[in-house]
Structures are given as structure tokens and as C-alpha cells.
């Protein structure tokens, strides 16, 4: 059994290299997140030479939200918005994290041989004990759960479950990359070569957009613009968008303007050099705000018809969850069984 898996994942990297990502699920989608990460994820599920593996991140969720309701609803909403922005599931593995328990079983195995210095250098748990030292007489520890503490080690076993080569993420995570291919490494060398080490690759066509305020759209800013809002909504909240107090007939900068930024996740290349030269001309705020509406609008329209059927019937994402989970077991119950016995964890007798 050990051979034949050992066959067919050598099988897959010459034909597919795999491509894994993982969904916090403590939010609902924003523009960021979609022209960011998900817009690139699905264009690459459609891309033959590649497998991804994309799954709802749902153990990490706990790890920054105590509200159970919140990580259900999350779980549900970027479900439903990645099927109804066309994922293509019979390439893409899609699944939920805590439907596959060997991964948590992976990530204690590499627990136990992952140095704990290597740990204390992360850039999550080191910025909150920054945090608490800033406050005087606070113990530098103080609110940080174990959960915060060993997370990359989570990471690290969802990277190395699937032998992933590929892992797109944003900036803020390619540390935990190269610490994946250090608990991968050690690992590899304590018992034996098992563990493919994984690439961090940061997208080039992936926006970073701002947000209502001017800062990073993002949902600890409390700037953004929810993905399938309701036309209403979505209308609403471009208009308020921060912009400065030139008025119509002045000559405007695009560069670091919010809406320009948005436009331009969006348009044509074309379409964007048309802005820019109305940028020149003077366009007025409030008439930028309606072109960006309606470019916005146009692109989400059909699958936010789609998103909202998808929530009429919650049924069909879970089934659709289910299946994922069910071939993405078909590798990881073997490959557990494998790391098991390497670390001396199998049947007493043979039979
Ligand atoms: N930690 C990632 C984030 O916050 C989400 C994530 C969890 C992930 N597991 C992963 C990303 C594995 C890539 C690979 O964005």
C-alpha cells in the first residue's frame, strides 16, 4: 500500500504540480480578497497543468474567533461565493479542513519535531508579545493561546499533507512558507525523505486593493466593501468612499486613489487608460463613483444571482464540500499511514 502511494503522488508531480491554499473562515468575502486571492485561484483551477488543493480553513479560524456562529456563517459564505464564482471542482480539490482529521494528526507528529525556537520567531506570536510589552507591567504572554503560538505548524500540515510544490499566498504568509520547508526538512532528515518542500509564489496579476478609508481593504480596518452585497448596498458603500475635496473640473491623480485602485482590479486595460484621461480632464468624484458602480456591478451581477441561489439551497455546498473531502482522504489517509509508520506508529503484529 505504502509503494502504491508513494507511485501515484510521484505520478502527479510529473503531470500536475500542486497548487494549495487555505481560507481562514472567520469573514465574508470582500473585494479584496476576491481581485486579491480568489479571482487568481479560479482562473488557475481552470489551468490543465496544475491540481489545486483549496480548502476552507476552518481549525485555523478558531485561532482568532471564539464565536462559534461567525465561524459557521464564514464557512458557508466563501463556500458558496468560490462555487458561484465558477471554481471548477472536478479539477479543484475543494474542501473543509476539518473534514480530513489527518491533518490534524500530521500537525501533532510535526509538533513534536518542530524546535520551538523556530516558533518564537514567527511574525504573528512575536507582534502580539510586542503588543503586550508596550503596555507596562503586562506579561508578554498575556491573551496569546498555544493555537496562535504553533499555528505555522497547522499550516505546515495542510502544505505537507498534499505534497503541495505551489502555495500562492499574500506577503504576510510567506513565512510560514519557509518554515513549512524547515519543519518539512527536519522532519525529512530525522526519518527519512517523506515531505516535498513547498514554494511560496506571490501572484502578479493579484490586486491589493484599498479600502473605504484609503487603507489596505481589510476586515481588521473594518473598510470593506462586501463581495455579494446587494446592488443597493454595494452602491451605498462606493459612495462612501473616502476621496478628497477636489471638485469636478480639477485635474485628479490616479496614482494612490481608491477608486482608480478598485476600477483597475476590474476594467480592461483599455477601459483604464480611459479613466486615467478622464482623471486629467477633472472627472468628478460622484461620477467616478457611478462608473465604478456600474463596473463592478456588471462583473459580480451573475454570480451574485448565482451566490444567492447557493444560500436558498446550503445542501448542494455541502455535498459539493463532502466530495472534496472525500478525494482528498483518498491521499491523506494513505500518506497518514505512511508518516505513522515512519515515526514508529503502526500495529503491533502484522495481521
Ligand atoms: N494562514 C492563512 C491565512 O491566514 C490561511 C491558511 C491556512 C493557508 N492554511 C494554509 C494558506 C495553507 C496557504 C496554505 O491567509
Request: hydrophobic residues 40%; negative net charge; proline residues 4%.
Amino acid at each position: 500500500m505504502g509503494k502504491l502511494v508513494c507511485i501515484r503522488i510521484k505520478e502527479q508531480h510529473m503531470e500536475k504540480s500542486i497548487v494549495l491554499t487555505g481560507i481562514t473562515t472567520t469573514g465574508t468575502p470582500h473585494l479584496g480578497n476576491y481581485a486579491g486571492a480568489i479571482r487568481p485561484a479560479i482562473n488557475a483551477s481552470k489551468d490543465e497543468n496544475s491540481r489545486p488543493f483549496y480548502f476552507l480553513a476552518d481549525y485555523h479560524a478558531l485561532i482568532k474567533c471564539t464565536e462559534p456562529d461567525r465561524v459557521k456563517q464564514s464557512s458557508l459564505e466563501i463556500a458558496a461565493s468560490w462555487l458561484a464564482l465558477g471554481l471548477d471542482t472536478s479539477n479543484a480539490v475543494f474542501y473543509r479542513q476539518s473534514d480530513v482529521p489527518e491533518i490534524l494528526e500530521l500537525s501533532w507528529i510535526l509538533t513534536c519535531s518542530t524546535a520551538k525556537g523556530l516558533m518564537n520567531r514567527a511574525h504573528a506570536y512575536k507582534a502580539a508579545v510586542a503588543e503586550n510589552e508596550e503596555t507596562e507591567g503586562s506579561d508578554a504572554d498575556k491573551g496569546i493561546t498555544m493555537g496562535l503560538f504553533s499555528y505555522p505548524i497547522l499550516m505546515a500540515a495542510d502544505i505537507l499533507m498534499f505534497n503541495a510544490n505551489k502555495v500562492p499566498v499574500g506577503k504576510d504568509q510567506i513565512q510560514h512558507i519557509e518554515m513549512a520547508r524547515d519543519i518539512a526538512s527536519r522532519f525529512n532528515h530525522v526519518y527519512g525523505e517523506h515531505f516535498v518542500l513547498p514554494e511560496a509564489v506571490l501572484d502578479d496579476n493579484a490586486a491589493t486593493l484599498l479600502g473605504l478609508d484609503g487603507r489596505k481593504m481589510s476586515k481588521s480596518y473594518n473598510n470593506t466593501i462586501p463581495l455579494f452585497e446587494s446592488e443597493k448596498k454595494l452602491r451605498k458603500l462606493i459612495n462612501k468612499i473616502k476621496t478628497n475635496s477636489l471638485e469636478p473640473g480639477e485635474p485628479k491623480e490616479t496614482e494612490g486613489c481608491t477608486l482608480f485602485g478598485i476600477y483597475q482590479a476590474f476594467a480592461s486595460p483599455q477601459e483604464v487608460d480611459a479613466i486615467r484621461q478622464r482623471y486629467a480632464e477633472g472627472i468628478g468624484w460622484g461620477e467616478m463613483k457611478q462608473v465604478l458602480f456600474e463596473k463592478i456591478n456588471d462583473e459580480l451581477t451573475p454570480a451574485r444571482e448565482r451566490y444567492e441561489a447557493l444560500l436558498e439551497s446550503p445542501e448542494h455546498i455541502e455535498q459539493q464540500l463532502r466530495e472534496g473531502a472525500e478525494k482528498a482522504r483518498e491521499i491523506s489517509i494513505p500518506f497518514i499511514r505512511r508518516i505513522r509508520e515512519a515515526v514508529g506508529i503502526s500495529s503491533i503484529s502484522k495481521s
